[in-house]
């Protein structure tokens, strides 16, 4: 049985912000990371090495499969996730390993950057094992992060702000009531003994290494070639649509160590994270099982639910392939529904097979036979993709058969999209375009504007109720972790009152059992005493029914009587 609390530091960060340095120098002063064999081995991405235990990162990447995310996903968990069945197994792998391999070292460490997606599974874990978890979150300018995932992954800036932005917020808000520091990695290539204090007293942690002896071996092991992708902080200031990203990260820079315990800080913490959760559920959580519907016209030229057919599709971020195949007889124009939700969709190509020939809408012929609904839509040709997009949860899309096959059936059509994950600055324009409705004279944009603005004075004063409201509820929210903490530290102090009740039961029971044994066999002897009685009752009958014991009573009673008369001598 363990004498003294495991303690764990959990490195977080974004993807490319410099948690591998962080953990190697945390594991030079000291702090256990596992096995060589178990961590991830070095490779040209990270020639320093990763200092992730392969184990933990296994099981993250299962679990975010099970929720069907990705690392590189720029939208929150589902609320509840936790609690899933399946994850269940998986809870179980991570626990193993923890008990295994960590739980009787006194000060441990681990870093995965997908645990900043995960850590109300790991707090979970924390109450479970009853080992405490301390915090450094790894700061970096989303500018070299995003520098560093297009030269090594590709991505898109907007993209890779999005997972910034996502990892993020993610990591201040449920890190919120628990011990914690941030460091900027850019800060610590330079000034790394100072940064090591502030985490040291941020942490409160006495590291197990001599300190001489291990600044000597972080010194040669930091170099100022680590950081290789350099941007400019201004960037963020010149792109307007970066106004939240910029935000977060000022905030971070500029706040002391011990203002991350701040009421202030955590509450405009919560806030971004909240909102953002509730907008990513707009356009992801509700587009995971929706569906693809394609109609054909009718003799009246229209389109109904009788002349379609449907199917569910993968809303995963991804560009996927979809064949659907006509009933005989369809000929004419086509509408497809690509979702049954608001959102934003890429068409890379739809292909039209007729039983003679076939038809292909592409950039390569600038996607001239598609339009949509534009009353509720908006679309654009850019990047190779027709983008598209839609405030209506049933956007629509019109291909137009070229006339010279429209009098040919039309067998099957293939169609390559994706519903959109990231909000891309391409979208930008379209929701203004969707926004302002292409009126077409002056008067009429005067009448809207000023219909718009009536809207959004009421819109705002509903915004500013409920944001009182949700500022209220946040505060509860807050106390009311603070009660369930206080409770969970009773639930174990309950348990553990159960488990020596139980043992003292367990106890008595046996105790119970050996005098149950002693009571059966002193029974025994009774009925082997009283059979002995009633043989002993049975010849006295005997005995005291015969002639010569009734001829003799006056001889004993002569016998008794002389008996007493030498008694009373």
């Given amino acids: 049985m363990r004498t003294t609390k495991s303690t764990a530091v959990c490195i977080l960060g974004m993807h490319r912000s410099g948690t591998s340095v962080f953990t190697r120098t945390l594991n030079l002063l000291g702090a256990y990371l596992g096995e060589d064999h178990d961590l991830m081995p070095a490779t040209e991405d990270n020639p320093e090495g990763y200092w992730e235990h392969t184990g933990i990162v296994t099981t993250h990447n299962k679990i975010l499969d099970i929720l069907q995310s990705r690392w590189d996903t720029a939208f929150p968990l589902p609320s509840g996730w936790t609690k899933l069945p399946e994850i269940d197994e998986c809870k179980k792998e991570l626990i193993e390993i923890v008990d295994k391999s960590f739980i009787d070292k006194p000060l441990w460490a681990w870093k995965d950057p997908r645990t900043c997606l ?27 992060v995003s520098l560093s995932l297009q030269k090594r992954d590709g991505f898109s800036e907007e993209k890779s702000l999005g997972i910034w932005y996502n990892y993020t917020l993610s990591s201040l808000y449920w890190t919120s009531s628990c011990s914690r520091t941030v460091v900027q990695y850019e800060s610590f290539l330079e000034h790394w003994k100072e940064d ?134 369809v000929q004419g124009n086509l509408r497809i529904d690509p979702s049954g939700v608001s959102c934003f969709i890429d068409i890379l190509s739809i292909d039209v097979e007729f039983n003679n020939g076939a038809f292909r809408i592409s950039s390569s012929n600038n996607f001239v036979n598609l339009s949509v609904d534009k009353l509720n839509s908006q679309s654009i040709a850019i990047d190779d993709c027709y983008s598209i997009a839609s405030m209506s949860d049933d956007p629509q899309i019109f291909v137009s058969i070229p006339e010279a096959a429209k009098l040919q059936e039309i067998i099957s059509i293939k169609i390559v999209y994706r519903i959109a994950t990231i909000v891309e600055s391409k979208y930008a324009q379209l929701l203004a375009d969707v926004n302002r409705g292409h009126l077409k004279t002056v008067d009429e944009k005067d009448q809207t504007i000023l219909l718009v603005k009536k809207q959004v004075a ?20 807050s106390r009311m972790n603070e009660q369930i903490k206080i409770l969970n530290d009773n639930n174990v102090k309950f348990r553990e009152n159960i488990v020596n009740n139980i043992e003292e039961i367990k106890r008595l029971q046996l105790t119970i059992v050996d005098l149950s044994e002693e009571i059966q066999q002193l029974n025994r002897k009774i009925e082997q005493r009283e059979e002995k009685i009633g043989r002993y009752r049975m010849e006295v009958a005997d005995m005291t029914s015969t002639l010569s014991w009734k001829l003799g009573r006056p001889l004993r009673a002569i016998e008794r009587f002389i008996r007493r008369r030498a008694k009373n001598r």
């Fill in 458 to 477: 009421e819109r705002q004063a509903e915004v500013d109720k409920h944001k009182e409201i949700s500022e209220q509820y946040i505060i509860q929210n």
């Fill in 196 to 329: 090591l204090e502030t985490i040291t007293n941020g942490l409160d942690i006495i590291w197990p290494c001599d300190e001489v002896t291990a600044h000597a071996r972080i010194s040669q092991f930091i170099k100022p070639g680590l950081r290789r992708n350099k941007s400019l902080d201004n960037k963020l200031e010149r792109n307007e649509h970066l106004h939240s990203i910029k935000e977060v990260y000022n905030a971070c820079k500029e706040i002391d160590g011990n203002d991350l315990g701040s009421a202030s800080f955590n509450l405009y913490i919560s806030k971004l994270y909240l909102n953002y959760l509730s907008t990513s559920q707009l356009l992801s959580d509700d587009a995971t099982n929706t569906f693809l519907q394609v109609f054909w016209e009718t003799d009246n030229k229209t389109f109904n639910e009788a002349s379609s057919i449907k199917r569910n599709i993968q809303a995963n971020g991804r560009f996927n392939e979809y064949t659907l195949y006509f009933p005989k007889g």
């Fill in 118 to 144: 995960l850590l109300p599974l790991w707090q979970e874990i924390a109450l479970e094992l009853e080992f405490e978890i301390k915090y450094l979150i790894c700061m970096r300018n989303p500018n070299e």
